[in-house]
Nanobody
Framework: QVGLVESGGGLMQAGDSLRLSCAFSPSTFNALGWFRQAPGKEREFVAAITWSGPYTAYADSVKGRFTISRDNAKNTIDLQMNSLKPEDTAVYYC????????????????WGQGTQVTVSS
């Protein structure tokens, strides 16, 4: 049974930092990713991390501001978000990568319920 639970969302001001966490079970996966979906928009890729390596990938819109990492002891994948912008407002989801491109949501199954991030200007 696969479980994913996101946490850490909140209401922030532009320029703030926020750390999201995705608790997952069982304890290992090939890769996990973060996606986000803003109201009226399609779900978009944010970042991904592989279990081995690790290898990381980022969307251009967050590169240099967001950092994805894993905590093996806690079984979590974290997303550190710095210099937040109003356009980062969205529901953020973590998901288990199945195969294919890390950037495509169709490559993932087992999605969490999401956590809301709202950034005001």
């Amino acid at each position: 049974q696969v479980g994913l639970v996101e946490s850490g969302g909140g209401l922030m001001q532009a320029g703030d930092s926020l750390r999201l966490s995705c608790a997952f079970s069982p304890s290992t996966f090939n890769a996990l990713g973060w996606f986000r979906q803003a109201p009226g928009k399609e779900r978009e890729f944010v970042a991904a991390i592989t279990w081995s390596g690790p290898y990381t990938a980022y969307a251009d819109s967050v590169k240099g501001r967001f950092t994805i990492s894993r905590d093996n002891a806690k079984n979590t994948i974290d997303l550190q978000m710095n210099s937040l912008k109003p356009e980062d407002t969205a529901v953020y989801y973590c998901a288990v990568h199945r195969d294919g491109s890390y950037f495509f949501d169709g490559s993932y199954d087992y999605w969490g319920q999401g956590t809301q991030v709202t950034v005001s200007s």
